[in-house]
């Protein structure tokens, strides 16, 4: 035997400790512990489903009797596209925008990439101040500027959309720009906000490095079109000529969503999710899921993943964050929204996580006629999104301004009883004690109160007699960009509009992703696209 494939459950300190995890694969290969000269980790997963034992489910490939060999790694290259036949315009400088742009170097394509915010560096300022002051900047927030909204994220890098790209590649290139290689086996990676904003310039500067152009705090205003399609665009610094045009703005840029429906390009209403975070201490997780007091130094802070049916519709849990912080995420003066992150090492005492209810256009139209008396089209394709807006400037107003949100211990909330004190929060605005379930729309808010006290059945520890319904947490509000409300339609074979020849519709904000991994994979298919187009591949 020189090289085998092992698979192992080991205890948490096992699996963290070198020389009692080359004992286990010795022991598995039936070799002495002498003879192994080498592994690498290959598949690494928790399991917690144990009462007893959390374990740790590992593969590793080991090498006995001979050099370890390290591993192969796909190193991707990258041409010069100074002097390129063929150039992409590229609006949005998120991960579907800068993935896009990394396809085009190595198919040879020249791409310009328009962001309207900040580089990450002069974003960090903007951050700060409406993290501190609750002082919100339209063009430079946790939505808009370099790497988009998952730059200062908690840089979740797992998807359910395997079908729509390649995985794998995209985790490899993020290791290729300085991420961690145990995001490559890990079941549930994660990059964290700390290291996502270097692994973003060092992709810039490779754009940069071999021709192509990234310009910062340049919106998007108009598309000129002929009948033979996309023909100009003109941005708040000038106008270009372009002939592929990649529309990759994110799920919160409602200008471009306005800008199409006035130019009478195609738009739909898309179901999305809105309510509320959540926070725990992060303690109390651990418990629910380890069943233990302590987890310990080899376990990473516990999560979970929540869904049932209440009140006729789905609530979910979204963009879990253990050990993170909940960040003010409104992206216009006068709206509350609130979203989570974590940095790398996930080390604050917080957990929280998104809870959610979907609504659909139905819903939306029919809740907008009661708030307004002007007139209402029931299908018409920003119904989702006014319904939206609606939520997030009403929490605004229940705050009180600058960014403080309304929030409500969880009991409470479930109780329809406003909050007379509130648990210290990570939020870092501040909370006003309010009553949420008045606040959200009503069957939000009901589905809610029911999705929360199921889940308090479901994530409970009888022995340590702790769980996770329970008014040491605290509701905030609101979560409310979960997707994007609206869906630009494109043709699924070119990928091109339905409507408009050389216009793409790309990632989150188009309606064909939801994450970082699914919107860079989604950037990809549509350069590869529109290189088919070209005929370069």
């Given at each position: 035997m020189a090289i085998c494939t092992?698979?192992?459950?080991?205890?948490?300190?096992?699996?963290?400790?070198?020389?009692?995890?080359?004992?286990?694969l010795a022991a598995e290969a039936n070799e002495p512990v002498q003879n192994l000269t080498g592994y690498h980790i290959t598949k690494q997963s928790i399991d917690a489903r144990s009462k007893a034992q959390v374990w740790i489910n590992l593969t590793a490939l080991a090498f006995f009797n001979e050099p370890a060999t390290p591993l192969p790694r796909q190193t991707y290259t990258f041409k010069q596209v100074h002097n390129a036949k063929h150039t992409v315009h590229i609006i949005g400088a998120g991960p579907a925008g800068l993935f896009a742009a990394l396809q085009c170097l190595e198919l040879g394509i020249k791409p310009i990439v328009i962001e309207r915010g900040k580089d990450v560096r002069s974003r960090r300022r903007d951050l700060a101040l409406l993290s501190k002051e609750g002082v919100v900047n339209a063009e430079s927030n946790y939505c808009f500027g370099e790497g988009g909204a998952g730059t200062y994220s908690d840089g979740k890098l797992y998807t359910r959309s395997n079908k729509r790209g390649n995985l794998q590649r995209i985790l490899e290139l993020f290791v290729q720009?300085?991420?961690?290689?145990?995001?490559?086996?890990?079941?549930?990676?994660?990059?964290?906000?700390?290291?996502?904003?270097?692994?973003?310039?060092?992709?810039r500067e490779c754009i940069l490095a071999c021709g192509g152009e990234i310009k910062f705090e340049e919106k998007l205003i108009d598309i000129k079109f002929s009948a033979t399609g996309v023909q100009e665009i003109t941005t708040s610094k000038g106008q270009y000529?372009?002939?592929?045009?990649?529309?990759?703005?994110?799920?919160?840029?409602?200008d471009i969503f306005e800008l199409l429906y006035t130019k009478n390009i195609a738009i739909e209403a898309k179901d999305f999710a809105l309510g509320v975070r959540i926070e725990h201490q992060q303690s109390v997780i651990d418990a629910i899921q380890y069943n233990a007091v302590d987890r310990g130094p080899y376990l990473p802070p516990a999560s979970y993943s929540l869904v049932e049916q209440a009140n006729g519709h789905g609530v979910f849990s979204f963009c879990m964050c253990p050990g993170g912080i909940i960040a003010p995420a409104s992206t216009q003066p006068g709206e509350v929204v609130v979203n989570g992150w974590s940095p790398s090492k996930?080390?604050?005492?917080?957990?929280?996580?998104?809870?959610?209810?979907?609504?659909?256009?139905?819903?939306?139209?029919?809740?907008?006629?009661?708030?307004?008396?002007?007139?209402?089209?029931?299908n018409h394709p920003l119904n989702l999104l006014r319904f939206q807006q609606w939520v997030e400037q009403r929490c605004y107003t229940a705050g009180g301004g600058n960014s403080v949100a309304p929030a409500q211990r969880?009991?409470?909330?479930?109780?329809?009883?406003?909050?007379?004190?509130?648990?210290?929060?990570?939020?870092?605005?501040?909370?006003?004690?309010?009553?949420?379930?008045?606040?959200?729309?009503?069957?939000?808010?009901?589905?809610?109160?029911?999705?929360?006290?199921?889940?308090g059945k479901k994530l409970y520890n009888r022995k340590l007699h702790t769980g996770y319904y329970t008014n040491e947490a605290v509701l905030v509000a609101t979560e409310s960009r979960t997707s994007s409300p609206v869906r630009i339609p494109r043709n699924a074979d070119t990928l091109e509009h339905t409507q408009l020849k050389g216009l793409y519709p790309c990632g989150e904000g188009a309606g064909y992703a939801g994450g970082i991994v699914s919107a860079g994979m989604d950037g990809e298919r549509v350069i590869k696209a529109i290189a088919e187009k070209l005929q370069i591949i």
């Amino acid at each position: 035997m020189a090289i085998c494939t092992i698979h192992i459950k080991c205890t948490p300190q096992e699996a963290a400790t070198p020389p009692l995890l080359e004992a286990l694969l010795a022991a598995e290969a039936n070799e002495p512990v002498q003879n192994l000269t080498g592994y690498h980790i290959t598949k690494q997963s928790i399991d917690a489903r144990s009462k007893a034992q959390v374990w740790i489910n590992l593969t590793a490939l080991a090498f006995f009797n001979e050099p370890a060999t390290p591993l192969p790694r796909q190193t991707y290259t990258f041409k010069q596209v100074h002097n390129a036949k063929h150039t992409v315009h590229i609006i949005g400088a998120g991960p579907a925008g800068l993935f896009a742009a990394l396809q085009c170097l190595e198919l040879g394509i020249k791409p310009i990439v328009i962001e309207r915010g900040k580089d990450v560096r002069s974003r960090r300022r903007d951050l700060a101040l409406l993290s501190k002051e609750g002082v919100v900047n339209a063009e430079s927030n946790y939505c808009f500027g370099e790497g988009g909204a998952g730059t200062y994220s908690d840089g979740k890098l797992y998807t359910r959309s395997n079908k729509r790209g390649n995985l794998q590649r995209i985790l490899e290139l993020f290791v290729q720009f300085g991420a961690q290689e145990t995001i490559l086996y890990q079941s549930h990676p994660h990059i964290g906000t700390n290291k996502l904003p270097h692994i973003i310039v060092a992709m810039r500067e490779c754009i940069l490095a071999c021709g192509g152009e990234i310009k910062f705090e340049e919106k998007l205003i108009d598309i000129k079109f002929s009948a033979t399609g996309v023909q100009e665009i003109t941005t708040s610094k000038g106008q270009y000529s372009c002939q592929h045009l990649v529309l990759a703005t994110g799920h919160s840029a409602r200008d471009i969503f306005e800008l199409l429906y006035t130019k009478n390009i195609a738009i739909e209403a898309k179901d999305f999710a809105l309510g509320v975070r959540i926070e725990h201490q992060q303690s109390v997780i651990d418990a629910i899921q380890y069943n233990a007091v302590d987890r310990g130094p080899y376990l990473p802070p516990a999560s979970y993943s929540l869904v049932e049916q209440a009140n006729g519709h789905g609530v979910f849990s979204f963009c879990m964050c253990p050990g993170g912080i909940i960040a003010p995420a409104s992206t216009q003066p006068g709206e509350v929204v609130v979203n989570g992150w974590s940095p790398s090492k996930r080390n604050n005492a917080f957990s929280n996580s998104g809870m959610v209810v979907t609504v659909n256009q139905h819903e939306a139209y029919q809740f907008l006629k009661k708030q307004t008396t002007e007139p209402l089209q029931e299908n018409h394709p920003l119904n989702l999104l006014r319904f939206q807006q609606w939520v997030e400037q009403r929490c605004y107003t229940a705050g009180g301004g600058n960014s403080v949100a309304p929030a409500q211990r969880l009991v409470d909330f479930c109780s329809n009883k406003t909050s007379s004190t509130l648990p210290d929060c990570s939020y870092n605005p501040g909370l006003a004690s309010q009553p949420v379930q008045e606040i959200l729309p009503a069957f939000v808010a009901k589905t809610l109160q029911q999705g929360f006290q199921l889940f308090g059945k479901k994530l409970y520890n009888r022995k340590l007699h702790t769980g996770y319904y329970t008014n040491e947490a605290v509701l905030v509000a609101t979560e409310s960009r979960t997707s994007s409300p609206v869906r630009i339609p494109r043709n699924a074979d070119t990928l091109e509009h339905t409507q408009l020849k050389g216009l793409y519709p790309c990632g989150e904000g188009a309606g064909y992703a939801g994450g970082i991994v699914s919107a860079g994979m989604d950037g990809e298919r549509v350069i590869k696209a529109i290189a088919e187009k070209l005929q370069i591949i």
